[in-house]
């Protein structure tokens, strides 16, 4: 949606699932504490005799340096004034996985620095950081994780008819448990747990602070190759707690559930097919005639023919879990193609198209005629080249144009991005 990226390494590729503090320049907010905090969770869960001996084998260090050109950072029309500008993205980052018998323990810290040369305004200081404990006892399985993110919310985003232009720091918590049973040779029953909480700095996008509990349990027959066929329940529950002032303050809390039919299928030893099918229905707290009803459908097909080459598609009618603007919500029809080539061990080279239909509902300003109802069609493309020299250094190359059609001519943008990167992990 337009942020003013860093560029990670994939984001050339399509989303295929869906879920940095902004600092004046001079000033610094990591929040490293907060980061470090969920790798020392990791490791905490280890023997100290026994973390001592695994760090050496198991913990990666990493620094990279990137460097892009973005001819317009502002996401803006055609015809406005130029906003084009080169930034530079530096990264410290640890990661850790190592096996504890049955158990496995993931864990990892992405610092960065981004440094813009003109619009000082959007130079930021963020991290990323998440840990895992993946976890077994006998025929049961299951995750333990949490994840801390603060990032700069999308200039691409609009809300109450308005693209948004101010620097809004996005914090993003999550935590969840799973497990996993087997009840019998051929059933299992999958169980998860989750809290998602989104806070913005900004006070004018304070109404989208967002508190998401939710659950899902999945039944599923599994065949002796391994196929599943079952069928999913989910419920949800956003707390919107600073209401949305049109004049009389609106509460946009809503709650959301949906039952699917789920499909994981591998009909040969290349390729894999997931999918599902169902219903979603969301009401809000107020003003009803903001509800959802509706089918949604999701498939995902990955191809392997051989070792060097592997493609992906994506096709999906949805309606999104959380968005930066939590106010509303999207109803997106989407279509994503990728393509990895890996002509050497050293070299590998990736592709990505993607086009999305996209509706935005559930706002009260829309129904209350305080802003047109919008719709969109956002097309991307997307090259990248990555090169390994030494087996600890990685040399990227990456292009990417994004261009967003609006009916009401609020959020219209063309954007080409193009970064240079290298990368050295020991």
């Given at each position: 949606m337009g942020r003013p990226p860093p560029i990670p390494p994939e984001a050339v590729q399509p989303e295929f699932r869906r879920l940095r503090s902004v600092a004046p320049?001079?000033?610094t907010g990591t929040g490293?504490?907060?980061?470090?905090?969920?790798?020392?969770?990791?490791?905490?869960l280890l023997p100290t005799g026994e973390a001592?001996?695994?760090?050496?084998?198991?913990?990666e260090l990493s620094a990279s340096q990137s460097a892009y050109r973005d001819d317009n950072v502002l996401r803006q029309p055609g015809g406005s004034p130029p906003s084009a500008d080169t930034y530079r993205v530096t990264t410290l980052g640890l990661a850790l996985d190592t096996p504890v018998g049955d158990q496995r323990l993931r864990g990892a810290l992405a610092v960065n620095s981004v440094r813009y040369d003109s619009?000082?305004?959007f130079d930021l200081d963020g991290h990323d950081g998440?840990?895992?404990?993946?976890?077994?006892?006998?025929?049961?399985?299951g995750k333990l994780g949490a994840a801390h993110r603060r990032a700069l919310a999308s200039l691409g985003s609009v809300q109450d008819g308005v693209q948004s232009r101010i620097p809004n720091a996005l914090t993003t918590r999550r935590a969840y448990a799973s497990g996993e049973a087997m009840l019998g040779p051929s059933w299992a029953l999958s169980l998860e747990g989750s809290r998602l909480e989104q806070s913005n700095a900004a006070e004018e996008r304070r109404p989208n602070d967002l508190a998401l509990d939710g659950g899902?349990?999945?039944?599923?027959?599994v065949s002796r190759a391994g196929n599943r066929l079952g069928l999913r329940g989910r419920a949800a529950r956003g707390e919107l707690p600073n209401p949305q002032l049109l004049g009389t303050a609106i509460d946009s809390s809503y709650r959301q559930r949906e039952l699917a039919a789920v499909l994981d299928w591998r009909p040969g030893g290349h390729?894999?097919?997931?999918?599902?099918?169902?219903?979603v229905q969301r009401t809000y707290e107020q003003l009803p005639a903001r509800d959802f009803s509706g089918g949604t459908w999701e498939l995902l097909l990955d191809w392997a023919p051989g070792g060097k080459l592997e493609f992906g598609v994506v096709a999906q009618r949805a309606i999104s879990d959380t968005e930066e603007i939590n106010v509303s919500f999207v109803l997106a029809e989407r279509v994503a193609l990728q393509a990895k080539y890996r002509p050497s061990a050293l070299t590998e080279l990736s592709a990505v198209l993607e086009t999305a239909d996209r509706r935005y509902l559930g706002d009260a300003a829309q129904l209350l005629g305080a802003a047109p109802a919008r719709s969109e069609r956002l097309g991307a493309a997307g090259l990248q080249a990555g090169y390994r020299p030494l087996p600890q250094v990685?040399?990227?190359?990456?292009?990417?144009?994004?261009?967003?059609?609006d009916a009401v001519g609020i959020g219209a943008y063309e954007v080409d991005v193009a970064g240079v990167g290298a990368r050295i992990g020991f």
């Open positions: 320049r001079g000033q490293m504490p907060d980061c470090l905090g969920v790798c020392f969770l990791v490791l905490a001592l001996a695994l760090l050496d084998e198991r913990l619009f000082g305004e998440q840990g895992v404990w993946e976890w077994r006892a006998g025929d049961l399985k899902e349990a999945v039944l599923a027959y390729t894999r097919l997931r999918a599902h099918a169902g219903r990685t040399l990227s190359l990456a292009l990417r144009r994004e261009k967003r059609s």
